[in-house]
C-alpha cells in the first residue's frame, strides 16, 4: 500500500458493533468480565485501549514497523526507551538535539549511572571513537533540533550493530512520510506526536515503533508498569491528524524551501540552516535517506545579536512566538531561551547554538504571507 492511502486507511477498521467510520473514543478506564480473567482483550485502559490500539497498528504501518507503542508525550516515550538501560551502561547521542531530551540524559538518567557521550555525528568516525563494551545505544536525532544536522542513519546502523548496541531514531522532525528510519536499519522509530503526526496543536503524544518481538516485550511492559500513557481523545485527535500528513508535510516542504529560498538571498541573514540546500554539509545524505527536505529552518542574522534576533521574533505577526513546532500555523522560537534552555550555555556553544538562532517551523498557510511576514519583521 502507498503512502497516502496507508496514512488514511492502515490500522483502523469500522467499529464492529455500529459500522462507525471514525475509530470511537473508547473513553472507558475499564471493561467488563465474564469471570475472573476471562474479558474480550480489554482489562484495564492503562493496558489496552481501542483506540489506542488501532493509533499503535496505523504507527507501525506508516514507519514500516510491526509494532507500535503511545505515550502520554514525546518524554515519555523516550523515557520508556531509557528504562531499558542499566547503572554502567553507556550511550552515544547526537551532540544537537531537543533540549528536553538533553535533560531527560543529563538530569535523570546520568545520576542513576548511565553515562552519555554527546558527539557531532555528521561524522561517523567520531561516533565508532566513543563505542566502548559497555555501549548500549546510540541516539540520533535528524535532522537535528535545532541546527538541521543531517545524521546518516543507515552508517549509524552499521556502527550500532558493530558495537551490538540498540539504534534509537528521533524521527520528529521527518516524519514517516520524509523517512523511514526503520528501514534504513535502526531499531526504534521515536516520535513527539505532538508535532506534524498530530499536527494541528492540539494534543501532546508520543510514540515508539520497532519490529522486534523481545523489544515489543520490553517496552510494552514499561508502557504498562511506568504508566505513561495516552488517554483516548488524545488518541482520536493524533488517528485524524494522520490522515492529512501527506498532503501537510507536502505543503510544508513546498514552504520550507519558498521560506530557506527567501531567507538566504535576504542581506541582513548570515546564515540559513536547511538541509535542502545543495550547500548544506551533509545534503546528499539528506538527499538520500529523505524524500524532500521539510519545513524546519533556523537562521542567524548578521552581526549575531541575541537583541536582534528577539527584536525579529517580536516583530513577526504569522510566525507565532511560541514552543512547539509542526502544526498547520506558522510558528517561530528562540531556542537559547526557550526549547533548549536546559542546555548548558556552554554545551549549546560547543555544538554551535548561537544565542541569536531564530527557529521556524513553516506551517501550510500561503508561501507568499509567509514571506511578506519575514520581509516586514527583518526590515
Ligand atoms: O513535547 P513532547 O511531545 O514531550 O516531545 C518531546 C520532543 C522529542 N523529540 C523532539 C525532536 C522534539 O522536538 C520534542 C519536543 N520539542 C519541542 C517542544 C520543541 O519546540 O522543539
Not at 537535528?144 to 539504534?167: C, F, M
Not at 503524544?205 to 516485550?217: Q, W
Request: proline fraction near 5%.
Amino acid at each position: 500500500m502507498k503512502f497516502a492511502t496507508k496514512a488514511i486507511h492502515a490500522g483502523v477498521h469500522p467499529d464492529p458493533t455500529t459500522g462507525a467510520i471514525m475509530t470511537p473514543i473508547y473513553q472507558t478506564s475499564t471493561y467488563a468480565q465474564r469471570s475472573p480473567g476471562d474479558n474480550k482483550g480489554y482489562e484495564y485502559s492503562r493496558t489496552h485501549n481501542p483506540t489506542r490500539t488501532q493509533l499503535q497498528d496505523a504507527l507501525a504501518a506508516l514507519d514500516n514497523g510491526q509494532h507500535g507503542l503511545a505515550f502520554a508525550s514525546g518524554m515519555a516515550a523516550i523515557d520508556c526507551v531509557m528504562h531499558l538501560l542499566k547503572p554502567g551502561d553507556e550511550v552515544i547521542s547526537t551532540d544537537d538535539l531537543y533540549g528536553g531530551s538533553y535533560r531527560i540524559m543529563t538530569k535523570v538518567y546520568e545520576p542513576l549511572g548511565i553515562k552519555f557521550h554527546f558527539v557531532p555525528m555528521g561524522d561517523m568516525e567520531a561516533v565508532r571513537a566513543k563505542v566502548t563494551p559497555k555501549t548500549k545505544l546510540i541516539w540520533v536525532e535528524t535532522p537535528t533540533n535545532p541546527l538541521l544536522n543531517i545524521i546518516d542513519i543507515a552508517a549509524a546502523s552499521v556502527v550500532a550493530k558493530e558495537a551490538g548496541a540498540l539504534l534509537a531514531v528521533d524521527n520528529t522532525f521527518s516524519t514517516p512520510y520524509l523517512q523511514t528510519p526503520l528501514d534504513l536499519g535502526a531499531d526504534i522509530s521515536v516520535y513527539s506526536l505532538t508535532k506534524y503526526m498530530a499536527g494541528h496543536s492540539d494534543t501532546v503524544m508520543g510514540a515508539l515503533v520497532f519490529n522486534d518481538a523481545t523489544l515489543l516485550e520490553r517496552l510494552s511492559f514499561y508502557q504498562n508498569a511506568c504508566g505513561g500513557t495516552p488517554g483516548p481523545q488524545d488518541c482520536f485527535l493524533v488517528l485524524r491528524g494522520l490522515k492529512t500528513l501527506h498532503l501537510r508535510m507536502q505543503r510544508h516542504c513546498e514552504n520550507g524551501r519558498a521560506v530557506a529560498e527567501y531567507l538566504r538571498q535576504h542581506p541582513k541573514v548570515e546564515k540559513v540552516y536547511w538541509p535542502g540546500f545543495e550547500s548544506h554539509p551533509n545534503h546528499a545524505v539528506a538527499a538520500k535517506q529523505m524524500r524532500d527536505f521539510g519545513g524546519m529552518i533556523s537562521f542567524v542574522l548578521k552581526g549575531d545579536k541575541q537583541e536582534d534576533a528577539i527584536a525579529v521574533l517580536e516583530k513577526f505577526e504569522l510566525f507565532t512566538l511560541a514552543e512547539s513546532l509542526g502544526g498547520v500555523e506558522s510558528l517561530s522560537g528562540h531556542p537559547a531561551t526557550m526549547t533548549h534552555a536546559s542546555i548548558p550555555a556552554e554545551q549549546r556553544r560547543k555544538s554551535g547554538l548561537s544565542d541569536s538562532l531564530i527557529r521556524l517551523s513553516v506551517g501550510i498557510e500561503d508561501a507568499e504571507d509567509l514571506i511578506d511576514d519575514l520581509a516586514q519583521a527583518i526590515g
